[in-house]
């Protein structure tokens, strides 16, 4: 059974930093590209952020790029997002996702999905 397992999520002041992890089971961690994922309600789901098996390379939504990091630790099959900078409108359940393609295109591409951590950015 293949199991993602965010957490970190807190409620941190404006400009304050936080670091997501996600932990996996259940699968080839070191075969699979991760991402983590942005949800608000009444809004779309949002990428933020990838980082591929083949080549740990990483690309990150315009939204986030420069303030956030994702990086993988394939020993402890797990992957992090360090969150520097946040601000009210980073707002939101983040969770992490697994896919199977090196370069996955949308979130449709993505075969597995944590619950989500909820990150509350407020003074």
């Known amino acids: 059974q293949v199991q993602l397992v965010e957490s970190g999520g807190e409620l941190v002041q404006p400009g304050g930093s936080l670091r997501l992890s996600c932990a996996t089971s259940g699968l080839r961690f070191n075969l699979y590209t991760m991402a983590w994922f942005r949800q608000v309600p009444g809004k779309d789901r949002e990428f933020l952020a990838v980082i591929s098996y083949r080549d740990r390379r990483e690309n990150y939504a315009d939204s986030v790029r420069g303030r956030f990091t994702i990086s993988r630790d394939n020993a402890k099959n797990t992957v992090y997002l360090q969150m520097n900078s946040l601000r009210p409108e980073d707002t939101g359940i983040y969770s992490c996702?697994?896919?199977?393609?090196?370069?996955?295109?949308?979130?449709?591409?993505?075969?597995?999905w944590g619950q989500g951590t909820q990150v509350t950015v407020s003074s």
């Open positions: 996702a697994a896919s199977g393609r090196s370069r996955p295109s949308n979130s449709y591409d993505y075969e597995h």
